[in-house]
């Protein structure tokens, strides 16, 4: 009794430290990776198929989706059926108002150690200009930062329109390798993964949304820049 009274000061001393505690709790901490956008994010199978990939790797219970949102809104059925389902996809909403009005608290909410989004159609469609989505971005990347100095992040080209002409989706897309770049960092890198070139039209179900063959597309750029990522973060 006295001797198991003292092994607990003990273990309650090294509790108060903490040490020992927190690096456990850090090695079993699921990797958490935040697909972030709009309904190109919400309502499509693209992070379904995404999640079969990472499935497929074995990562499947060492990583979680996080976000706000937890719903498959398209039915999506991948191969593993219980895929996690949280997103951070806001259909219709700008990458502006994302960067001034949201990201901040979405991230203090669900911490993540990944973020990857495709965003500024909507900007796009509202006539926002390219400086103006960049500059949102620039915003994004900062809070992402702040919020985890080592946030591993993944910047989609965004898939075409067939609603009109893709002059400024292409005059987004443009900037966007330079913008990466100067962002970049080694303790906070920032990688492209490009849905925009060969992602025909044809992939569009309604003019906006990917099908699933557009998903396809999506996933198999996404993927292998996550898979990277994932890979990096476990072994070290
Ligand atoms: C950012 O740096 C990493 C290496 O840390 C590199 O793999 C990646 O391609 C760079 N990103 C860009 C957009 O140049």
Not at 21 to 38: F, N
Not at 97 to 115: C, E, G, R
Not at 157 to 163: E, K, Q, R, T
Request: proline fraction near 5%; charged fraction near 15%.
């Amino acid at each position: 009794m006295y001797i198991s009274s003292i092994l607990s000061a003990a273990s309650l001393a090294s509790l108060a430290l903490a040490g020992p505690v927190q690096v456990a709790e850090r090695q079993t901490q699921k990797l958490r990776i935040m697909p972030l956008g709009d309904s190109i994010t919400e309502i499509t199978c693209w992070r379904a198929l995404v999640w079969d990939q990472l499935a497929a790797a074995g990562y499947a219970d060492k990583v979680q989706y996080v976000g706000s949102q937890n719903s498959n809104p398209q039915n999506c059925r991948p191969s593993t059926a219980n895929w996690d389902q949280h997103h951070e996809g806001h259909s219709g909403w700008l990458a502006i108002d994302i960067a001034n009005n949201y990201l901040t608290n979405w991230l203090k909410s669900t911490p993540a150690d990944i973020v990857m989004f495709m965003l500024g159609t909507n900007d796009v469609f509202r006539g926002r200009s390219t400086n103006d989505i960049i500059a949102a971005y620039t915003k994004m990347v900062n809070i992402m930062r702040a919020a985890n100095p080592r946030m591993k992040i993944i910047v989609d080209l965004v898939i075409p329109i067939a609603l009109g002409s893709n002059s400024q989706i292409q005059a987004l897309n443009a900037r966007i390798p330079d913008w990466a770049r100067g962002l970049n960092s080694t303790d906070s890198p920032i990688v492209i993964a490009d849905c925009y070139t060969g992602f025909s039209t044809s992939y569009l179900r309604d003019g906006v949304h990917p099908s699933l063959d557009g998903d396809k597309v999506i996933a198999s750029r996404v993927g292998p820049l996550l898979l990277d990522y994932v890979k990096g973060s476990l072994t070290v």
